[in-house]
């Protein structure tokens, strides 16, 4: 292999030093709220059989998966998501009488995608999933614990929108279109292209369906955006009226052009974002006819963080020591010791005290050295 040539496969990178620090406090935020809050952890294998991955409900497109086949010649991916094992898990792995059931998990994802796309095919994500719950609590629960997972990470300014499957799917359940039609309008509205949107509907003649399609991507904003609207949002005031009660209304907004993979989910979905990201860094929603694909009625609600992506923007304080410490020969037991009990004192890589002498004097760090029978000098 040429020297030029020696790069890492396309959407991904090495991370070094801090950014291995920033990922892990992100990362360790994020299970420490999840366990404290009363979620079980699970992990599932990196691999998955092709066949699970094609369930109607699974939002990531075959171009997406990364393929490959097993010694007896079955069809493998690598898990695009971690929403599929959680399913599988939940009908093959937990009996009736363990659910209802709060899940967490911390893995990777991936995602093959072309090079002039610059998106990461390699995603670290933590998420929870609320398993045999229905109602309007369980919906409540799981987008306060988006509002604290992401104030968890940050103190950077965050943002929740919300959507809701339902309204769209019965407003297009009043045209008769076909199923490419109906995907060229999802996309016009999801990306707010509203004169492409309009001039499509306008074959479809001046109707209550067409004129509220039409005003779909709008509907963004508060509660206030709602008023005017029929029954089949009762449901949304309602939520919004129990997030004011948890005291998370203020960062909560509405948008009903949410319609993005709209197969997938069955009612509230969840979009989260954080001050100096341009993407979603949290998604998820309601998604209950996804686990019925695996054999198992079970209702579902859930989401997942993109660790990579707050860590990036979140960072970490560099680390800073006062003091330099130097072992010397047949005293590494008696350093660690020394090391594990202060946090100011880092370690010299000098083979010899003077190197580390210049060293500390160099970087303003006081020098200790350490011998074999644990007596300690300050060399100054």
Do not use: W
């Not at 949304?236 to 998370?248: D, F, P, Q």
């Amino acid at each position: 292999m040429k020297k030029n040539d020696i790069k890492t496969p396309i959407g991904t990178r090495d991370r070094l030093f801090d950014e291995c620090r920033a990922r892990r406090r992100v990362e360790d935020s994020l299970r420490s709220l999840f366990l404290r809050r009363g979620f079980s952890e699970v992990s599932s294998p990196s691999f998955e059989y092709f066949d699970a991955c094609l369930a109607p409900e699974n939002p990531i497109p075959q171009e997406m998966l990364y393929k490959m086949s097993e010694c007896t010649g079955k069809l493998l991916v690598l898990r695009p998501d971690m929403t599929t094992p959680i399913a599988r898990i939940a009908a093959t792995k937990l009996p009736e009488q363990m659910l209802p059931a709060r899940l967490c998990y911390v893995e990777k994802v991936y995602r093959a995608c072309r090079e002039d796309k610059g998106m990461s095919t390699e995603i670290l994500q933590g998420g929870i999933e609320l398993l045999g719950y229905r109602g309007i609590e369980a919906d409540i629960m799981m987008i306060v614990m988006a509002v604290d997972a992401l104030r968890a990470c940050t103190d950077k300014k965050i943002a929740i929108e919300l959507g809701f499957s339902g309204y769209f799917k019965m407003l297009a359940g009043r045209l008769s279109m076909s199923d490419a039609e109906f995907e060229r309008m999802r996309t016009y509205i999801e990306n707010k292209n509203f004169a492409a949107l309009s001039d499509m509907l306008d074959g479809f003649g001046d109707s209550d369906a067409t004129r509220a399609l039409k005003n779909l991507s709008r509907m963004f904003g508060g509660i206030e955006i709602l008023d005017n609207t029929d029954g089949e949002l009762a449901y949304l005031k309602e939520l919004y009226r129990g997030l004011e009660e948890a005291g998370v209304a203020d960062v909560i907004s509405i948008d009903l052009g949410l319609v993005h993979q709209i197969d997938y989910y069955s009612g509230i979905i969840i979009r989260g974002y954080m001050e100096g990201v341009g993407t979603p860094v949290l998604s998820g929603g309601r998604y209950d006819n996804l686990i019925t694909s695996f054999g198992k009625e079970v209702p579902a609600v859930g989401f997942a963080i993109d660790i990579d992506a707050v860590a990036e923007c979140v960072g970490v304080e560099e680390m800073k020591y006062d003091t330099l410490l130097h072992i010397t020969q047949g005293a590494v037991r008696c350093g660690f010791e020394y090391l594990d009990k202060h946090d100011n004192t880092t370690l010299s890589s000098c083979k010899t005290i003077e190197e580390s002498r210049a060293y500390a004097e160099k970087n303003n760090l006081r020098l200790l050295v350490i011998y074999a029978d644990g007596t300690i000098l300050e060399v100054k």
